[in-house]
Antibody
Framework: QVQLVQSGAEVKKPGASVKVSCKAS????????MHWVRQAPGQGLEWMGI????????NYAQKFQGRVTMTRDTSTSTVYMEVNSLRSEDTAVYYC???????????WGQGTLVTVSS | DIQMTQSPSTLSTSVGDRVTITCRAS??????LAWYQQKPGKAPKVLIY???TLEGGVPSRFSGSASGTEFTLTISSLQPDDFATYYC?????????FGQGTKLEIK
């Protein structure tokens, strides 16, 4: 069965960086794009971007351009999402989600809480 | 970016009610729309994709429809397990934007 297992919760200071991992299993890693979605406390879902694990190509929401980097490691079937220059507004649960037969998110990781606080 | 306007933001309902949630896209997205259910502390779960296709394992009381740029999620007879927050998402073009969410509350 498809599983996406994310790294554990992080606490960071403003201005720092955080790198969240998402390890995939149960399917051919390079066959399906991976989304990243975040959710601030008590707020809605926000799409951040997407990576093609086959060639590493990415597409980021304009809001995150220049501050977010998505990468992958095909040897371990893991995608990564790094956010730089963290600010308090980046406090959120970050989810990876595998693309379905078309662009929607069919399988989700358990989420990683990133807290940005001085 | 395509804006997704979802309504209502909150709905007070009762078990057995027929519930309708609407999502309007700011431009044409064809049928590239998904609906998700999210419960507190959990990841979202896809219910419907391509506007009206039920994801495997989702109860048939959930249905989706489309008319132009207006999309509807209907729950035919609300069950206790359905009290949650629902989101629409367009995946016609990047960035894949979500609606603001609709929270179903117990009346």
């Amino acid at each position: 069965q498809v599983q996406l297992v994310q790294s554990g919760a992080e606490v960071k200071k403003p201005g720092a960086s955080v790198k969240v991992s998402c390890k995939a299993s149960g399917y051919t890693f390079t066959n399906y794009y991976m989304h990243w979605v975040r959710q601030a406390p008590g707020q809605g879902l926000e799409w951040m971007g997407i990576i093609n694990p086959s060639d590493g190509s990415t597409n980021y929401a304009q809001k995150f351009q220049g501050r977010v980097t998505m990468t992958r490691d095909t040897s371990t079937s893991t995608v990564y999402m790094e956010v730089n220059s963290l600010r308090s507004e980046d406090t959120a649960v970050y989810y990876c989600a595998r693309r379905g037969t078309s662009g929607y998110c069919i399988y989700w990781g358990q989420g990683t809480l990133v807290t940005v606080s001085s | 970016d395509i804006q997704m306007t979802q309504s209502p933001s909150t709905l007070s309902t009762s078990v057995g009610d027929r519930v309708t949630i609407t999502c309007r896209a700011s431009q044409s997205i064809s049928s590239w729309l998904a609906w998700y259910q999210q419960k507190p502390g959990k990841a979202p779960k896809v219910l419907i994709y391509k506007a009206s296709t039920l994801e495997g394992g989702v109860p048939s009381r959930f249905s989706g429809s489309a008319s132009g740029t207006e999309f509807t999620l209907t729950i035919s007879s609300l069950q206790p397990d359905d009290f949650a927050t629902y989101y629409c998402q367009q995946y016609a073009e990047y960035p894949y934007t979500f609606g603001q969410g609709t929270k179903l509350e117990i009346k």
